[in-house]
């Protein structure tokens, strides 16, 4: 395979500020922002010869990509990522840099004289990175290969095609999609518009996953009431809103949290909270790959506050549970030839594939169930939601070669 330009991409994506905002979930974009990088994404695609390039109102970016002589009467190809990083971690002005590795401790940085650092013993895939250029931060915000190493692998595709025109692909549509780290992801996409028969997300972690299980999906804000009053003389009156919510999250069995689960086991994540004495609010997601015991999990949360409004003799804590996704299996099992094909594109390009579920969700969950069955790619980070970060340039330039045996099998 040749070389790509990959790397040059992704390092002046990463610094397009694009963080989604869940305070604002109710408009889409959440943040104006990611405009920015759709308008530069829409340019350089219209730059490489592809077709009917366009930004919607919503920040979607699509694009149809011609097929390779003989490929014309292919079903259309959709290749995706996002554009939004995550709120999880500081995310705004992003300084990648290239860290030659020799072992021990990754240090991305250093700030306020104490070394930003990872190593073998919390990431062991470290242990065979040894002697490779690394990208990662300065240690101060996340990288943004979640998802912007998606972007940048695909958007080098596409340079790699528009310069070697007999390289064989289908029609391909390619989408970057807004939102996706707050659960809107791909749900304004016109799949008419878009015209693809099936798509790969490229969203995925260390190079090699590929993915068609996920979670199911909700959030859950739990509101706590309580009634203040002067602590002097508060006896048998006050009621703490934050005492509420530590008796309501004591309820939920700690062994079902996101540090002590892992392959198939689902969880409660307490995303945040904030409160006084007269109020308090606490977010959650919920998931499980089980679709019994995820809706088991969500009982169990609302029959946590119908607990607490029994001991304090009315109704004091409040579920609102906002469903997000669903685990696509339930889609992308009837279309087994898209995992072999991506199997194959893998070891063809010189990487052993992994399937495993994800241990999260992609804008492939959405899109299965909408009709259009995705599974997920690798992109070949590490560590994302944040400051650590990173991702090998070996990955960046070997998910190119993959992409590009992945089209050709579609041909």
């Given at each position: ?332 099992a009837e279309y087994p030839e898209l995992i072999d094909l991506a199997k194959e ?67």
């Amino acid at each position: 395979m040749s070389t790509s330009d990959v790397l040059e991409r992704f390092l002046r994506y990463v610094q397009v500020d694009t963080q989604s905002a869940d305070e604002h979930c109710d408009q889409v974009p959440s943040t104006a922002i990611q405009f920015d990088l759709a308008n530069m994404l829409a340019d350089e695609l219209r730059a490489l010869g592809a077709q009917n390039v366009t930004v919607t109102e919503h920040a979607y970016v699509t694009a149809h990509i011609p097929a390779s002589t003989g490929a014309e009467g292919k079903p259309r190809l959709g290749l995706i990522s996002h554009l939004d990083t995550t709120e999880q971690a500081p995310g705004f002005g992003v300084k990648p840099h290239v860290v030659s590795y020799t072992g021990g401790d990754l240090v991305c940085g250093v700030v306020d004289g104490t070394p930003v650092a990872i190593g073998p013993e919390k990431v062991p895939a470290l242990r065979d990175l040894e002697n490779e250029d690394i990208v990662c931060t300065d240690g101060t915000t996340l990288l943004g290969a979640d998802d912007k190493a998606g972007i940048a692998e695909i958007m080098a595709l596409v340079a790699r095609l528009a310069q070697n025109p007999e390289l064989p692909h289908p029609p391909l549509g390619i989408c970057f999609c807004p939102d996706e780290e707050i659960g809107h992801g791909a749900e304004l996409l016109d799949l008419d518009s878009y015209g693809c028969t099936y798509a790969y997300t490229v969203d995925g972690g260390p190079i090699g996953e590929l993915e068609w299980e996920c979670f199911n999906a909700a959030e859950a804000v739990v509101s706590f009431q309580g009634f203040s009053i002067h602590p002097g003389d508060s006896k048998n009156r006050m009621v703490n809103a934050g005492e509420l919510f530590h008796r309501f999250h004591g309820l939920l069995p700690a062994v079902q949290r996101p540090e002590y689960t892992e392959g198939y086991e689902g969880f409660y994540y307490l995303e945040g909270v904030s409160a006084t004495v007269e109020h308090a609010t606490a977010r959650y997601i919920i998931r499980d790959h089980d679709g019994r015991k995820f809706q088991d999990k969500i009982d169990l949360l609302l029959k946590a506050a119908e607990f607490v409004n029994a001991e304090q003799g009315c109704e004091r804590v409040h579920v609102e549970i906002k469903q997000q996704y669903r685990n696509m299996a339930e889609v992308v099992a009837e279309y087994p030839e898209l995992i072999d094909l991506a199997k194959e594109s893998f070891s063809a390009a010189g990487v052993e594939p992994h399937v495993i579920p994800i241990r999260g969700g992609t804008d492939g969950a959405q899109l299965s169930f909408r009709g259009l069955p995705c599974p997920n790619l690798s992109t070949g980070a590490y560590c994302c939601h944040g400051v650590n970060e990173f991702i090998p340039v070996a990955s960046l330039e070997k998910m190119v070669d993959v992409l590009q045996e992945l089209v050709a099998r579609f041909a």
